[in-house]
Protein backbone atom coordinates (compact mmCIF):
# COMPACT_ATOMS: atom_id res chain seq x y z
CA UNK A 1 0.00 0.00 0.00
CA UNK A 2 1.48 3.22 -0.73
CA UNK A 3 2.67 5.26 2.18
CA UNK A 4 2.80 8.97 1.82
CA UNK A 5 3.14 11.88 4.21
CA UNK A 6 2.98 16.09 3.63
CA UNK A 7 5.44 17.69 2.26
CA UNK A 8 6.11 20.57 4.40
CA UNK A 9 8.91 21.96 2.71
CA UNK A 10 8.42 25.37 1.00
CA UNK A 11 9.27 25.38 -2.42
CA UNK A 12 9.97 28.21 -5.10
CA UNK A 13 8.88 25.14 -7.49
CA UNK A 14 5.14 24.16 -7.82
CA UNK A 15 4.95 20.79 -6.93
CA UNK A 16 3.34 18.51 -9.99
CA UNK A 17 1.43 15.37 -9.82
CA UNK A 18 4.00 12.87 -10.92
CA UNK A 19 0.65 10.71 -12.26
CA UNK A 20 -1.72 13.08 -14.08
CA UNK A 21 -1.37 16.92 -14.53
CA UNK A 22 -2.99 18.19 -11.48
CA UNK A 23 -0.53 20.70 -9.95
CA UNK A 24 -0.75 22.37 -6.45
CA UNK A 25 -3.43 25.44 -7.44
CA UNK A 26 -5.74 22.14 -8.06
CA UNK A 27 -4.90 19.65 -6.18
CA UNK A 28 -3.51 18.87 -2.59
CA UNK A 29 0.07 17.11 -3.33
CA UNK A 30 1.60 14.40 -1.29
CA UNK A 31 5.08 13.64 -1.47
CA UNK A 32 5.26 9.37 -1.90
CA UNK A 33 7.29 8.24 1.48
CA UNK A 34 8.91 5.67 -0.71
CA UNK A 35 9.90 6.80 -4.00
CA UNK A 36 9.81 10.37 -3.15
CA UNK A 37 7.66 11.36 -6.34
CA UNK A 38 4.83 13.90 -5.91
CA UNK A 39 0.92 12.33 -5.81
CA UNK A 40 -2.01 14.33 -5.94
CA UNK A 41 -5.08 12.57 -3.58
CA UNK A 42 -7.01 11.86 -6.33
CA UNK A 43 -4.05 9.83 -8.00
CA UNK A 44 -3.22 8.31 -4.76
CA UNK A 45 -7.06 6.98 -4.43
CA UNK A 46 -6.95 5.29 -8.02
CA UNK A 47 -3.42 3.43 -7.28
CA UNK A 48 -5.10 1.77 -4.08
CA UNK A 49 -8.65 0.88 -6.55
CA UNK A 50 -7.58 0.72 -9.92
CA UNK A 51 -10.01 0.85 -12.84
CA UNK A 52 -10.51 -2.17 -14.81
CA UNK A 53 -10.54 -0.98 -18.49
CA UNK A 54 -11.14 -4.35 -19.65
CA UNK A 55 -14.10 -5.22 -17.22
CA UNK A 56 -15.71 -2.17 -18.04
CA UNK A 57 -15.57 -2.69 -21.63
CA UNK A 58 -16.94 -6.20 -21.11
CA UNK A 59 -20.08 -4.67 -18.90
CA UNK A 60 -20.33 -2.33 -22.13
CA UNK A 61 -20.58 -4.90 -24.50
CA UNK A 62 -22.79 -7.27 -22.68
CA UNK A 63 -24.99 -3.91 -21.89
CA UNK A 64 -24.60 -3.14 -25.39
CA UNK A 65 -26.24 -6.39 -26.73
CA UNK A 66 -29.46 -6.17 -24.89
CA UNK A 67 -30.10 -2.01 -26.64
CA UNK A 68 -32.63 -2.27 -29.46
CA UNK A 69 -33.53 1.56 -29.53
CA UNK A 70 -31.92 4.44 -28.06
CA UNK A 71 -31.38 7.81 -28.51
CA UNK A 72 -27.39 9.23 -28.73
CA UNK A 73 -26.85 12.68 -27.17
CA UNK A 74 -25.75 13.97 -29.95
CA UNK A 75 -24.00 17.38 -29.96
CA UNK A 76 -21.51 17.24 -33.39
CA UNK A 77 -18.62 17.07 -31.00
CA UNK A 78 -16.28 14.88 -31.93
CA UNK A 79 -17.05 12.77 -28.61
CA UNK A 80 -20.54 12.06 -29.38
CA UNK A 81 -19.78 11.74 -33.57
CA UNK A 82 -17.51 8.71 -32.24
CA UNK A 83 -20.44 7.66 -30.80
CA UNK A 84 -23.10 7.82 -32.90
CA UNK A 85 -20.65 5.62 -35.20
CA UNK A 86 -20.44 2.83 -32.57
CA UNK A 87 -23.91 2.62 -31.54
CA UNK A 88 -24.49 2.47 -35.67
CA UNK A 89 -21.39 -0.09 -37.22
CA UNK A 90 -20.31 -1.41 -34.12
CA UNK A 91 -22.88 -2.46 -31.97
CA UNK A 92 -25.63 -2.56 -34.82
CA UNK A 93 -28.32 -0.97 -32.57
CA UNK A 94 -31.86 -1.62 -34.77
CA UNK A 95 -33.04 2.30 -34.11
CA UNK A 96 -30.94 4.75 -33.58
CA UNK A 97 -32.10 8.31 -32.84
CA UNK A 98 -29.35 11.27 -32.98
CA UNK A 99 -30.93 13.85 -30.67
CA UNK A 100 -28.70 17.38 -30.62
CA UNK A 101 -29.76 19.86 -27.47
CA UNK A 102 -28.78 23.10 -29.33
CA UNK A 103 -28.74 25.64 -25.98
CA UNK A 104 -28.03 28.68 -28.23
CA UNK A 105 -24.59 28.74 -28.62
CA UNK A 106 -23.41 25.88 -30.07
CA UNK A 107 -20.90 26.62 -32.86
CA UNK A 108 -22.17 26.37 -36.65
CA UNK A 109 -19.27 23.86 -37.15
CA UNK A 110 -20.55 21.88 -34.93
CA UNK A 111 -24.33 21.36 -36.40
CA UNK A 112 -22.87 20.85 -40.10
CA UNK A 113 -20.71 18.10 -38.60
CA UNK A 114 -23.46 16.67 -36.55
CA UNK A 115 -25.62 16.67 -40.22
CA UNK A 116 -23.17 15.32 -42.62
CA UNK A 117 -22.81 12.56 -40.31
CA UNK A 118 -25.75 11.37 -39.09
CA UNK A 119 -26.68 11.40 -43.05
CA UNK A 120 -23.13 9.38 -43.78
CA UNK A 121 -24.44 6.95 -41.45
CA UNK A 122 -28.06 6.60 -42.14
CA UNK A 123 -29.71 8.32 -38.85
CA UNK A 124 -32.35 10.27 -38.20
CA UNK A 125 -31.41 13.35 -36.65
CA UNK A 126 -33.08 15.78 -34.41
CA UNK A 127 -32.30 19.23 -33.29
CA UNK A 128 -33.96 20.06 -30.06
CA UNK A 129 -33.63 24.19 -29.39
CA UNK A 130 -33.48 25.89 -25.67
CA UNK A 131 -32.11 28.86 -24.55
CA UNK A 132 -29.33 28.36 -21.66
CA UNK A 133 -28.70 31.60 -21.68
CA UNK A 134 -29.11 32.22 -17.84
CA UNK A 135 -26.74 29.34 -17.12
CA UNK A 136 -24.06 31.15 -19.61
CA UNK A 137 -24.42 34.56 -18.06
CA UNK A 138 -24.24 33.62 -14.73
CA UNK A 139 -21.09 31.65 -15.25
CA UNK A 140 -19.49 34.34 -17.12
CA UNK A 141 -20.22 37.61 -14.61
CA UNK A 142 -19.20 34.95 -11.70
CA UNK A 143 -16.10 33.72 -13.60
CA UNK A 144 -17.25 30.08 -13.14
CA UNK A 145 -17.52 27.06 -15.11
CA UNK A 146 -21.00 26.91 -17.27
CA UNK A 147 -20.16 22.87 -17.87
CA UNK A 148 -21.52 20.86 -15.01
CA UNK A 149 -25.02 22.85 -15.27
CA UNK A 150 -25.13 22.81 -18.96
CA UNK A 151 -24.88 19.27 -19.00
CA UNK A 152 -27.19 18.41 -15.88
CA UNK A 153 -30.46 20.48 -17.94
CA UNK A 154 -29.63 18.62 -21.39
CA UNK A 155 -29.09 15.27 -19.88
CA UNK A 156 -32.99 16.26 -18.07
CA UNK A 157 -33.78 17.55 -21.59
CA UNK A 158 -32.84 13.87 -22.91
CA UNK A 159 -34.62 11.78 -20.11
CA UNK A 160 -38.02 13.63 -20.64
CA UNK A 161 -37.59 13.60 -24.63
CA UNK A 162 -36.62 9.51 -24.48
CA UNK A 163 -39.60 8.92 -21.56
CA UNK A 164 -42.05 10.91 -24.11
CA UNK A 165 -40.57 8.38 -27.28
CA UNK A 166 -40.66 5.28 -25.56
CA UNK A 167 -36.88 4.98 -25.24
CA UNK A 168 -35.07 3.02 -22.63
CA UNK A 169 -31.46 4.02 -23.06
CA UNK A 170 -29.64 7.45 -23.79
CA UNK A 171 -25.98 6.63 -25.41
CA UNK A 172 -23.28 9.55 -24.59
CA UNK A 173 -19.89 10.33 -25.51
CA UNK A 174 -18.36 10.45 -22.50
CA UNK A 175 -14.88 8.58 -22.40
CA UNK A 176 -14.97 9.05 -17.93
CA UNK A 177 -17.44 5.68 -16.57
CA UNK A 178 -19.50 6.46 -13.39
CA UNK A 179 -17.00 5.28 -10.99
CA UNK A 180 -16.11 1.39 -12.15
CA UNK A 181 -19.23 1.18 -14.48
CA UNK A 182 -19.79 2.07 -17.95
CA UNK A 183 -24.02 3.28 -17.07
CA UNK A 184 -26.26 4.54 -14.59
CA UNK A 185 -29.88 4.12 -14.03
CA UNK A 186 -31.90 7.79 -14.18
CA UNK A 187 -35.26 7.69 -12.74
CA UNK A 188 -38.16 6.94 -14.78
CA UNK A 189 -35.95 3.43 -16.17
CA UNK A 190 -33.81 5.20 -18.37
CA UNK A 191 -30.46 4.08 -18.46
CA UNK A 192 -27.75 6.71 -19.97
CA UNK A 193 -24.65 4.24 -21.21
CA UNK A 194 -21.28 5.95 -21.51
CA UNK A 195 -20.09 4.39 -24.71
CA UNK A 196 -16.76 5.75 -24.98
CA UNK A 197 -15.71 4.67 -21.50
CA UNK A 198 -12.29 3.91 -20.98
CA UNK A 199 -11.45 4.82 -25.05
CA UNK A 200 -8.21 6.33 -25.34
CA UNK A 201 -8.28 9.68 -27.39
CA UNK A 202 -5.87 7.75 -29.70
CA UNK A 203 -8.47 4.93 -30.58
CA UNK A 204 -11.34 7.93 -31.36
CA UNK A 205 -9.17 10.10 -33.41
CA UNK A 206 -8.71 6.87 -35.53
CA UNK A 207 -12.63 6.58 -36.04
CA UNK A 208 -13.22 10.14 -36.90
CA UNK A 209 -10.87 9.50 -39.96
CA UNK A 210 -13.49 7.78 -41.16
CA UNK A 211 -16.14 10.42 -41.06
CA UNK A 212 -17.13 13.78 -42.72
CA UNK A 213 -16.01 14.95 -39.45
CA UNK A 214 -14.11 18.36 -39.68
CA UNK A 215 -12.34 20.14 -36.63
CA UNK A 216 -13.44 23.59 -35.99
CA UNK A 217 -11.22 25.87 -34.58
CA UNK A 218 -12.47 26.73 -31.12
CA UNK A 219 -10.49 27.11 -27.65
CA UNK A 220 -10.49 24.50 -24.76
CA UNK A 221 -11.39 21.19 -24.98
CA UNK A 222 -14.01 21.10 -27.37
CA UNK A 223 -15.67 20.83 -30.71
CA UNK A 224 -18.62 22.39 -30.27
CA UNK A 225 -19.44 24.90 -27.92
CA UNK A 226 -18.90 28.71 -28.35
CA UNK A 227 -19.10 29.86 -24.92
CA UNK A 228 -16.42 27.64 -23.08
CA UNK A 229 -13.29 29.40 -24.67
CA UNK A 230 -14.72 32.70 -22.89
CA UNK A 231 -15.79 31.09 -19.77
CA UNK A 232 -12.24 29.56 -19.63
CA UNK A 233 -10.77 32.57 -19.73
CA UNK A 234 -13.14 34.25 -17.23
CA UNK A 235 -12.23 31.68 -15.08
CA UNK A 236 -8.36 31.53 -15.63
CA UNK A 237 -8.63 35.69 -14.40
CA UNK A 238 -10.49 34.72 -11.34
CA UNK A 239 -8.67 31.33 -10.65
CA UNK A 240 -5.57 30.86 -12.26
CA UNK A 241 -5.83 27.83 -13.50
CA UNK A 242 -8.60 25.89 -15.60
CA UNK A 243 -12.08 24.28 -14.40
CA UNK A 244 -11.33 21.70 -16.83
CA UNK A 245 -8.09 20.46 -14.88
CA UNK A 246 -10.06 17.67 -12.86
CA UNK A 247 -11.31 16.18 -15.60
CA UNK A 248 -8.74 15.81 -18.07
CA UNK A 249 -6.18 15.08 -15.04
CA UNK A 250 -8.43 11.70 -15.23
CA UNK A 251 -7.74 11.19 -18.40
CA UNK A 252 -4.24 11.66 -18.37
CA UNK A 253 -4.44 9.15 -15.12
CA UNK A 254 -6.73 6.41 -16.39
CA UNK A 255 -4.18 6.67 -19.97
CA UNK A 256 -6.97 7.95 -22.11
CA UNK A 257 -5.22 10.71 -23.11
CA UNK A 258 -1.18 11.56 -23.19
CA UNK A 259 0.43 14.06 -20.87
CA UNK A 260 1.77 16.38 -23.29
CA UNK A 261 -1.73 16.95 -25.05
CA UNK A 262 -3.14 16.93 -21.88
CA UNK A 263 -0.85 19.94 -20.38
CA UNK A 264 -1.85 21.95 -23.33
CA UNK A 265 -5.73 21.84 -22.96
CA UNK A 266 -5.65 22.56 -19.48
CA UNK A 267 -3.08 25.85 -20.60
CA UNK A 268 -4.60 29.44 -20.52
CA UNK A 269 -7.20 29.27 -23.98
CA UNK A 270 -6.70 31.80 -26.59
CA UNK A 271 -9.69 32.98 -27.76
CA UNK A 272 -10.43 35.30 -30.90
CA UNK A 273 -11.90 38.58 -30.15
CA UNK A 274 -14.95 37.94 -32.64
CA UNK A 275 -15.96 34.21 -31.07
CA UNK A 276 -16.05 36.76 -27.75
CA UNK A 277 -18.42 39.20 -29.36
CA UNK A 278 -20.80 36.57 -30.30
CA UNK A 279 -20.82 34.91 -26.80
CA UNK A 280 -20.93 38.19 -25.14
CA UNK A 281 -23.84 39.91 -27.76
CA UNK A 282 -25.78 36.96 -27.76
CA UNK A 283 -26.18 36.87 -23.79
CA UNK A 284 -26.83 40.57 -23.56
CA UNK A 285 -23.01 41.44 -22.20
CA UNK A 286 -21.02 44.48 -22.02
CA UNK A 287 -17.22 42.90 -22.73
CA UNK A 288 -15.25 46.16 -21.49
CA UNK A 289 -17.63 45.60 -18.07
CA UNK A 290 -15.78 41.94 -17.67
CA UNK A 291 -12.09 42.86 -18.70
Not at 24 to 31: F, L
Not at 118 to 136: C, M, N, Q, W
Not at 154 to 162: D, F, G, I, N, S
Not at 236 to 249: D, N, P, T, V, Y
Request: aromatic share 8%; hydrophobic share 40%; with cysteine.
Amino acid sequence: MTKVFNCSIISVTMLKCSLCVHDERTAKIDIDIIDGKPLCRECQIYLKHPINREKIREELEELMNTVDRAVVAYSGGKDSVVALYLAKEVYKVPELEAVMVDHGLMAEEAIENAERTAKELGVPFTVLRYDYSDIFREALLKGQSPCRACSKRTMEKLRKYALKNGYRYIITGHELPFGHHPYRLMSGGVVQIRLLAMMTERERLEILKRLPFEFPELPGYTTNCLVLGPALERYWEKHGHSFEHRRIAALVRYGLMEREKAEREVAKPVVLDEQKKVVYSRLGLDMSVLE
